[in-house]
């Protein structure tokens, strides 16, 4: 691992670590029970904090294949829950059991920017920076 790929990789291992620490204190100090599609987003994100911070200790290039893959998959469910949360989705295909529904507004920052929209550009950063990270060398 190169020192360029190595500061791109922390970078990364930090959004993942800030977003990580965001959806806890919004879950623990602001009292917004997650609900289902929130928790399955949080399970790649914090393994990717896991998953980078080890790779960062080790300096091992090769995080990028486990680390993207994790990043991709938060995508797509963080995709699917904003057009979910937004009424493109039909509301019979909301996957939430007993607790929070996955379609309700619980926070909004700025007149726009809500969880799901958050999570969405975390996970997108996230995929773009470990891309950027593979290509240098």
């Known amino acids: 691992m190169t020192n360029k790929q190595w500061q791109v990789y922390f970078a990364t291992w930090l959004l993942a670590l800030v977003a990580a620490a965001g959806s806890l204190f919004l879950s623990e ?7 289902v599609l929130c928790w399955y987003q949080r399970i790649p994100m914090y393994a990717l904090v896991l998953v980078l911070g080890v790779g960062l200790y080790t300096r091992d290039a090769g995080v990028y294949k486990y680390a993207q893959a994790l990043a991709v998959v938060g995508l797509v469910i963080a995709a699917y829950h904003c057009l979910l949360y ?3 989705i039909p ?3 909301i996957p939430c059991g007993p607790g929070p529904s996955c ?4 926070l909004e920052l700025w007149g726009f ?3 799901p929209l958050m999570s969405v550009l975390a996970f ?3 995929v773009v920076g470990l891309k ?6």
Do not use: H, R
């Open 29 to 35: 100090v602001m009292d917004f029970a997650p609900c």
């Open 132 to 137: 950027v990270a593979k290509q240098l060398k």
């Open 91 to 93: 509301k019979g295909m």
């Open 124 to 126: 997108a950063a996230l």
């Open 86 to 88: 937004m009424g493109f």
């Open 103 to 106: 379609a309700d507004q619980k």
């Open 113 to 115: 920017a809500t969880i």
